[in-house]
C-alpha cells in the first residue's frame, strides 16, 4: 500500500496524549465501542484486522486496508461504523455520535497513534 507518510513529530505531548486517550475511550472501552474485544490481542482477531497500531489499522485485514489515507471516506472502516454497505461495526449497534466523529477524523488527520 502506497499510503502517504505522516510526521506527527509537530505534536506535543500534551496533544499526543488527548488523541491516544480520545481514540482508546473510542475503540477500547467495551460500553463505549468495543473494537478491540474482536480486534485486539486476544485469542481470535476477527476479520483478521487488528486496531493496536497505526500499522494494524494500515495493514488491514481479510477484506483488505481498512484505512484508505488518500481517501478517507472510502474507508472500509469508516463505511462499517456508518453502517454503509454489508459490512456494520460494530455488529450489535452503531457505536455513539460522538465515538463516530472521533474515529473519522482519527482517520481523516492520518492514523496518529
Known amino acids: 500500500m502506497n499510503a502517504p507518510s505522516y510526521n506527527f513529530a509537530y505534536l506535543n505531548e500534551q496533544t499526543k ?3 491516544r486517550r480520545a481514540i482508546l475511550k ?3 472501552i467495551p460500553e463505549n ?3 478491540l474485544k474482536c480486534h485486539g490481542e486476544g ?3 476477527r476479520g483478521g484486522l ?3 497500531s497505526r500499522a494494524a489499522v494500515l495493514k488491514g485485514g481479510d477484506l483488505g486496508p481498512a484505512v484508505d489515507l488518500k481517501n478517507p471516506k472510502a474507508s ?4 462499517a461504523l456508518h453502517y454503509e454497505g454489508d459490512l456494520h461495526m460494530p455488529p450489535k449497534g452503531k457505536l455513539s455520535a460522538k465515538n463516530i ?3 473519522v477524523k482519527w482517520v ?6
Open 76 to 79: 472500509t472502516l469508516l463505511k
Open 50 to 52: 487488528l486496531m493496536t
Open 26 to 28: 473510542a475503540i477500547a
Open 17 to 19: 496524549r488527548m488523541i
Open 101 to 103: 466523529t472521533t474515529l
Open 43 to 45: 485469542e481470535k482477531v
Open 108 to 113: 481523516e488527520t492520518g492514523l496518529p497513534y
Open 33 to 35: 465501542a468495543p473494537c
